[in-house]
Nanobody, 128 residues
């Protein structure tokens, strides 16, 4: 069983930056595809970014391209989400997700059902 623990959320003004981190345990980290999703009240959880097992491939939702960057450190079992130029519409609970199925080193996934493990979420609030 994989455990995911997010940290780094908080309150920031529009235009500011935040860095989220997710620590994984319970499985060799390099075997996991990692992603970040977010959710606001009354809405479905939505894809934000993902990174492949090797770290060589990333994918982003159109709404965050050019502003958010995902990275991973397979030696430290962590994945980070650097969020710049934040907007009020980025306000949400952000969830770290991991996929254990498959073996591709380059694949990323943007569907909720593609991921097997989820963190508890961390709140990000962007004030205008």
């Amino acid at each position: 069983q994989v455990q995911l623990v997010e940290s780094g959320g908080g309150l920031v003004q529009a235009g500011g930056s935040l860095r989220l981190s997710c620590a994984a345990s319970g499985r060799t980290f390099s075997t996991l595809v990692m992603g970040w999703f977010r959710q606001t009240p009354g809405k479905e959880r939505e894809f934000v970014v993902a990174i492949s097992r090797s770290g060589g491939t990333t994918s982003h939702a159109d709404s965050v391209k050019g502003r958010f960057t995902i990275s991973r450190d397979n030696a430290k079992n962590t994945v980070a989400l650097q969020m710049n130029s934040l907007k009020p519409e980025d306000t949400a609970v952000y969830y770290c997700a991991a996929r254990g199925r498959g073996i591709s080193q380059s694949a990323t996934y943007d569907g909720l059902h593609e991921y097997d493990y989820w963190g508890q979420g961390t709140q990000v609030t962007v004030s205008s």
